[in-house]
């Protein structure tokens, strides 16, 4: 079992600046691949960062990269997602999501088997 929880999430204008964390316990955390992703209402859930389980293996789609960075540390067991240059597309409930059984994934969410909460993000205009 791996239990997530999330922070960092809130309300910030457009160009702004906003640091996910997730926390997680219950197994060996630099063992697996873990996930970034975001879902708004009505639109469907979208992966928007994902990194291996030593940090050496990241991906970003095209909606982010260059503005949003993963990181992951280890020793904390801890994965944060440092979001700069923020637009107002970017408003969605944001989830870490860890692929346990394998060190490195960048695919739909369907194939992660633990989940965290979710934590609010608004940028406004």
């Known amino acids: 079992q791996v239990q997530l929880v999330e922070s960092g999430g809130g309300t910030v204008q457009a160009g702004g600046s906003l640091r996910l964390s997730c926390a997680a316990s219950?197994?060996?955390?630099?063992?697996?691949?873990m996930g970034w992703f975001r879902q708004a209402p009505g639109k469907e859930r979208e992966l928007v960062a994902a990194i291996s389980w030593s940090g050496g293996m990241i991906y970003y789609p095209d909606s982010v990269k260059g503005r949003f960075t993963i990181s992951r540390d280890n020793a904390r067991s801890t994965v944060y997602l440092q979001m700069n240059s923020l637009k107002p597309e970017d408003t969605a409930v944001y989830h870490c999501?860890?692929?346990?059984?394998?060190?490195?994934?960048?695919?739909?969410?369907?194939?992660?088997?633990?989940w965290g909460q979710g934590t609010q993000v608004t940028v406004s205009s």
């Open positions: 219950g197994r060996t955390f630099s063992s697996y691949a």
């Open positions: 999501a860890a692929e346990t059984r394998s060190p490195w994934y960048a695919g739909p969410g369907k194939e992660y088997d633990y």
